[in-house]
T-cell receptor, first 111, second 115 residues
């Protein structure tokens, strides 16, 4: 079945550092890929998405590129802020209409 | 009220209690979901409803009983739970179950502790 693998956290960075959170997936066909973010005390919310190979999703300074050849969708941000501290979930949606999530990666940004 | 709201936000119950979690969505969506979020595990899809009909039940123990009286409300009735059921229970909604977007709108969750 489908699966999503994320790097284990927590990831601790200083403000203005470069962020990469790795995500790889296993799926049949051509799924759509997503990053969701969960801020403390809140539910998950969609951060960005990409629906086909080589698409780049972007939002709030975050970016991720759909790489079919490496089955990856790594999340990047050039300069993180304290307000980016949250748990980030990689997910895929297949044509069985099922959204499969990874385990989540906690990001902690310090001053 | 906007979005997806869940009550209560926190719940502590004994193993013999009966309680319910409530979810309400104000987005006009037709599909609603219950997810279980446990530490270091992927989100687990528990139940899916489309227009008040259950369309998916992922081998969830019978001590969890969902109810969807209309497309805006979803309940999760809890009975004779185990300590390992302690988790954050998330409700979500989407326009349709089969919509080709994969975008869900989540509530803030109900943190359940079973003693």
């Amino acid at each position: 079945g489908d699966s999503v693998t994320q790097m284990e956290g927590p990831v601790t960075l200083s403000e203005e550092a470069f962020l990469t959170i790795n995500c790889t997936y296993t799926a049949t066909g051509y799924p759509s890929l997503f990053w969701y973010v969960q801020y403390p005390g809140e539910g998950l919310q969609l951060l960005l998405k990409a629906t086909k190979a080589d698409d780049k999703g972007s939002n709030k300074g975050f970016e991720a590129t759909y790489r079919k050849e490496t089955t990856s969708f790594h999340l990047e941000k050039g300069s993180v802020q304290v307000s980016d501290s949250a748990v980030y979930f990689c997910a895929l949606w297949d044509f069985a209409s099922k959204l499969t999530f990874g385990t989540g990666t906690r990001l902690q940004v310090t001053l | 009220e906007t979005g997806v709201t869940q009550t209560p936000r926190h719940l502590v119950m004994g193993m013999t209690n009966k309680k319910s979690l409530k979810c309400e969505q104000h987005l006009g969506h037709n599909a609603m979901y219950w997810y279980k979020q446990s530490a270091k595990k992927p989100l687990e899809l528990m139940f899916v409803y489309s227009l008040e009909e259950r369309v998916e039940n992922n081998s969830v123990p019978s001590r969890f009983s969902p109810e969807c009286p209309n497309s805006s409300h979803l309940f999760l009735h809890l009975h004779t739970l185990q300590p390992e059921d302690s988790a954050l229970y998330l409700c979500a909604s989407s326009q349709e179950v089969n919509a080709n977007t994969g975008e869900l709108f989540f509530g803030e969750g109900s943190r359940l502790t079973v003693l």
